[in-house]
């Protein structure tokens, strides 16, 4: 099982992606987590990114795809894998699609996991309400500015993963569980 999942911010994609991880038996890899694991084991592409990093500024899509790739080849991607904050723009699908290619396998399906702007904003001033704002992303203008940049960057993948026939949507505004079942039926067809 081959997976993306897409969604703006707070759309659930990562409790999503736990508990499809927990039904499948096969890992969520993020950017985040896969860029410092690699720079953490000091490969030569990790190291290349950590200088970047140090520098302060963002890590190139060569490099983001690169660590990615090697990503993809290991061990426990064999069965499949669930991606999470990857690709992020057209280039990177582009970039995913031919690393797919090389490595001779296939995405099983994008699920896009829509949610409305407006009642993420609220579910996250709730939310940090709730945990006395200790997240500093719990705040509504961080959360629009990246809900514009998600808009502008990633919601065109929808368009494209739909013209490769790979795109299944769900309503993220459900309750977690009927997300998961939505996208589990998704899946199977």
Known sequence: MRLILLGPPGAGKGT?????????????????????????????????????????????????????SERLDAEDCKPGFILDGFPRTIAQAEALGE????????????IEIKADADELVRRVIQRAKESGGARADDNEEVLRKRLGVYQEQTAPLVAYYAEEGLLKTVNGMEPVDQVTAAIKAAIAH
Do not use: C, H, W
């Open 99 to 110: 690393m797919l290619i090389d490595k001779g396998v296939k995405l099983d399906a994008v």
């Open 16 to 68: 999503q992606a736990k508990i499809l991880v927990d039904s499948y038996g096969i890992p969520q890899l993020s950017t985040g987590d896969i860029l410092r694991s690699a720079i953490a084991a000091k490969t030569p592409l990790g190291l290349e990114a950590k200088a970047i990093v140090d520098r302060g500024d963002l890590v190139s899509d060569a490099i983001v795809n690169g660590i990615v």
